[in-house]
Nanobody, 115 residues
Framework: QVQLVESGGGLVQAGGSLRLSCAASGRSPYAMGWFRQAPGKEREFLVRINWSTGSILYADSVRGRFTCSRDNAKNTVFLQMNSLKPEDTAVYYC??????????WGQGTQVTVSS
């Protein structure tokens, strides 16, 4: 079974940056991605990366500010978050997919952006 371990969350002022990491065990996934969820809101898709092609799809809300990258040897995905805004405050989750299904999730890491 695929297991995901996240790290890198924390408190940052508006305009600052954070880098999240997510390490996956087991076989290479079909895709990995990032989601976030703020209190009282639905889970929001941020970005996904196709593992075989390397193609990346960003949500409009983060395109141009967030960058997704990977380390193939370690089955690890990163999320570099720049120009952070208070509305980016949420719990961030990484996920892994097989056959177009998100079937493994990280434990979540809190990102808090102060004004």
């Amino acid at each position: 079974q695929v297991q995901l371990v996240e790290s890198g969350g924390g408190l940052v002022q508006a305009g600052g940056s954070l880098r999240l990491s997510c390490a996956a065990s087991g076989r290479s996934p079909y895709a990995m991605g990032w989601f976030r969820q703020a209190p009282g809101k639905e889970r929001e898709f941020l970005v996904r990366i196709n593992w075989s092609t390397g193609s990346i799809l960003y949500a409009d809300s983060v395109r141009g500010r967030f960058t997704c990258s990977r380390d193939n040897a370690k089955n690890t995905v990163f999320l570099q978050m720049n120009s952070l805004k208070p509305e980016d405050t949420a719990v961030y989750y990484c996920a892994a997919a097989s056959n177009n299904r998100w079937d493994a999730w990280g434990q979540g890491t809190q990102v808090t952006v102060s004004s």
